[in-house]
């Protein structure tokens, strides 16, 4: 997640997410961040589950080891064509616990309220000043998830030391990279797209495939990384390009069920408050995303003229041009492809919802399901 509290560039963002033998999963985030702002700044990572300043790793000694697996691990190598550096202040009755890491302060809070406690309690050159927009966010769209405030010296020019951490995740099934942007102190837009330049590393757990040649069986590492790191069957996916703001997932169960040669699905999605999606494809999107807080309207769709839209029955059925009496039974309702089996139908659907709710983007959302009726 590129999410920083005031004005930075940022690039070259490696995440590496899987799971240790523990059972927890172990995320490394590391890019090349320039702050622009001329003040104190920081990176705020949500997490989707729970962790503490134990669970923390100090990579001074091992900072380049994201690029290392980068050089090793592409298909091509396949196939052939921590020292923990932690020192808590112990501030246990406090909503958040602080500590040194490298080269960064760090606060870390079971919400969003102990993360703003922490940049309130910092001295004047070390403290960013967040946006109301930007804690409102934070507050609203990943309430229930953990957060670590990541402060990092304005005069210093930092490259791509990894933050890296284990946790405990709401859901053991899935892979985490945070990747949700947004550069300028303000909130993320997740109507509109984003230019990543994002390497995702994870390790394929799929079958061999009998019938070909590897040249290795793992990555072997020169870093002196911790040795839960040594040995893994590490792949690299690369995001580059516009796509649409949200967080990226990878789903360990359809991975296992896929060659190893095959890329998994990577599911891009817009924060999902208070808890993990049970189902991340119903929150998936490829196009577009919007939703309606105030009239609790959710409207998902792709390029396969699939589309999801959530809401409350008595709006969702004017929209669609009435449901079934047994229906009725729910005061939440949900309408797919299925129910809206043709273009014009899917059309007028957004764009009524458009007019009852005024709903943005509702016009762009519209053309991009089909082409327009002419009225």
């Not at 690299?236 to 040669?261: Q, Y």
Request: glycine letters at 6%; one cysteine or more; aromatic letters at 12%.
């Amino acid at each position: 997640m590129c999410i920083t509290i005031n004005h930075a560039a940022l690039s070259k963002t490696k995440i590496l997410s899987l799971p240790i033998p523990n059972g927890n999963h172990f995320i490394a985030y590391s890019n090349s961040v320039k702050n622009l702002s001329g003040k104190p700044n920081a990176m705020i990572l949500a997490i989707p589950g729970k962790t503490k300043p134990s669970w923390f790793h100090n990579t001074e000694k091992y900072k380049d080891f994201l690029t290392e697996i980068t050089q090793k691990a592409t298909i091509e190598h396949w196939i052939g064509s921590l020292t923990r550096g932690l020192r808590s202040k112990g501030l246990d009755y406090l909503s958040f616990e602080q500590f040194e890491l490298g080269m960064y302060t760090i606060g870390l809070a079971d919400s969003f309220d102990g993360a703003e406690d922490f940049i309130n309690s910092l001295s004047d050159d070390k403290k960013p000043e967040i946006g109301e927009e930007l804690k409102n966010f934070f507050k609203t769209e990943y309430a229930g998830w953990s957060f670590a405030v990541c402060c990092f010296d304005s005069t210093k020019a930092i490259d791509a030391q990894p933050i890296a951490f284990e946790y405990t995740p709401f859901n053991k099934d899935f892979l985490y990279f945070p990747s949700l942007d947004a550069h300028d102190g303000g909130a993320p837009d997740l109507t509109k797209s984003v230019r990543t330049d994002h390497t995702i590393i994870f390790e394929h757990t799929g079958k061999m495939n009998d019938n070909q040649t590897y040249y290795m069986e793992s990555v072997k590492l020169d870093a002196p990384v911790p040795e839960f790191l040594q040995e893994r069957k590490y792949r690299l996916a690369h995001m580059n390009g516009h796509v649409k703001n949200g967080d990226t997932f990878i789903k360990i169960s359809e991975m296992n069920d896929i060659d190893f040669e095959t890329d998994p699905k990577m599911y891009r999605i817009p924060p999902v408050p208070n808890k993990f999606p049970e189902d991340v494809e119903a929150y998936d999107y490829e196009l577009g995303y919007m939703e309606d807080r105030l009239h609790k309207i959710k409207i998902s769709f792709s390029e396969n003229s699939k589309i999801r839209i959530e809401g409350p029955i008595s709006i969702v059925s004017k929209a669609v041009g009435g449901l079934g009496d047994e229906n009725y039974e729910t005061k939440t309702v949900v309408v797919t492809e299925k129910h809206l089996n043709t273009e014009a139908k899917r059309m007028f659907a957004v764009l009524e919802l458009s007019k009852l709710c005024n709903l943005r983007m509702a016009n762009f959302i519209a053309k991009k399901i089909g082409e327009f009726v002419k009225y």
